[in-house]
C-alpha cells in the first residue's frame, strides 16, 4: 500500500449520524492534513494535526493522529447533506525542505438526506 | 477570506499544443504548488516553487513543464506540448509558511482536457 491510503474508500450514512475515516501511512511525518473535495471541484483544507498532537477539534471535525500506529481518524459529527464530498488525508514527509504534501486515495462520503 | 484564484476553470488543447494554467496565490502567501488530479486517481504533486526558484519536483514534472512568476502576483504552469495524459485537473496552492506549518489554501483548479 501507499503512504496516505484512506478507508473505508467509500462511505454512505443517514443524515444525522457520525461518519468515520480512516488514514494510514508509511514515513514519519511532521504533520497531518485532511481536505474535502466536492465532485470536480477544488480542495479545501479542514484540519492540520501536528505530529506532537494526539487530538484536535474544529467544529463538528474530530482528528485524531497515533503517531505509533502510524494511523489518523476523522471523524464527523452529527452529519449533514453538504458533507456528501471526498475527503483525503494528506502527509509530509520529515526530512527539511520536503515541500510536498502526499494525498491518500480519499473516502466518498454520501449522506441520506 | 482570502483566495486562491484559477483560471480557466476549464481548457481543451489539441495534443502537442502549448498550454498556459494561471494562478493568483493569495496576497501574503511566499510558497507556491502546482498539483494535479487524473480523474478517478490521486492527487499528485508536481512542483513547489519559493523565492523565485522550483525547491522541489517530481518526477511527472519533466522538461514539458515549466513553472514561472512572471509579475510578483500571477504563478503560471506551462505544458510545452501536451499529450492525452496530460488531461487532469491541475490545482494552484500557495502556503504562507510551507507545508510544515499550515495547510494550503488551494484554488478551485483547471480541468484540462487533451483531445
Known amino acids: 500500500s501507499q503512504q496516505g491510503e484512506e478507508d473505508p474508500q467509500a462511505l454512505s450514512i443517514q443524515e444525522g449520524e457520525n461518519a468515520t475515516m480512516n488514514c494510514s501511512y508509511k514515513?514519519?511525518?511532521?504533520?497531518l492534513q485532511w481536505y474535502r473535495q466536492n465532485s470536480g471541484r477544488g480542495l479545501v483544507h479542514l484540519i492540520l494535526?501536528?505530529?506532537?498532537?494526539r487530538e484536535k477539534h474544529s467544529g463538528r471535525l474530530r482528528v485524531t493522529l497515533d503517531t505509533s500506529k502510524k494511523s489518523s481518524s476523522l471523524l464527523i459529527t452529527a452529519s449533514r447533506a453538504a458533507d456528501t464530498a471526498s475527503y483525503f488525508c494528506a502527509t509530509d514527509a520529515i526530512s527539511f525542505g520536503n515541500e510536498k504534501l502526499t494525498f491518500g486515495t480519499g473516502t466518498r462520503l454520501t449522506i441520506i438526506p | 477570506e482570502p483566495e486562491v484564484t484559477q483560471t480557466p476553470s476549464h481548457q481543451v488543447t489539441q495534443m502537442g499544443q502549448e498550454v498556459i494554467l494561471r494562478c493568483v496565490p493569495i496576497?501574503?502567501?511566499?510558497?507556491f504548488y502546482w498539483y494535479r488530479q487524473i480523474l478517478g486517481q490521486k492527487v499528485e504533486f508536481l512542483v513547489s516553487f519559493y523565492n523565485n526558484e522550483i525547491s522541489e519536483k517530481s518526477e511527472i514534472f519533466d522538461d514539458q513543464f515549466s513553472v514561472e512568476r512572471p509579475d510578483g502576483s500571477n504563478f503560471t504552469l506551462k505544458i510545452r506540448s501536451t499529450k492525452l495524459e496530460d488531461s487532469a485537473m491541475y490545482f494552484c496552492?500557495?502556503?504562507?509558511?510551507?507545508?510544515?506549518?499550515?495547510?494550503?489554501?488551494f484554488g478551485s483548479g483547471t480541468r484540462l482536457t487533451v483531445v
Open positions: 496576497s501574503n502567501h511566499l510558497y
Open positions: 496552492a500557495s502556503s504562507v509558511s510551507g507545508v510544515f506549518n499550515y495547510g494550503y489554501t
Open positions: 494535526i501536528r505530529s506532537n498532537e
Open positions: 514515513t514519519s511525518i511532521n504533520n
